[in-house]
């Protein structure tokens, strides 16, 4: 049985939930290696923690296949 390797914020060192996991992508493209915590990923792209879980739920009303 394979164990979940916890994914940690790059910048914080907090672990990270996997809608987070799956904004990161859909922000700053599939192919990254190194993941934000909501938080950090607000201070990096200049925006409110607020706005961006407005975004997840906008993006799993869409049926966005990252947020499955």
Known sequence: ???NKETLCCECGIAVPKDHIALSKKLLGRSITQFFCIACLAEHIECEVDDLEIKI???KEQGCALFL
Do not use: L, P
């Open 1 to 3: 049985m394979k164990k």
């Open 57 to 59: 739920m906008e993006f």
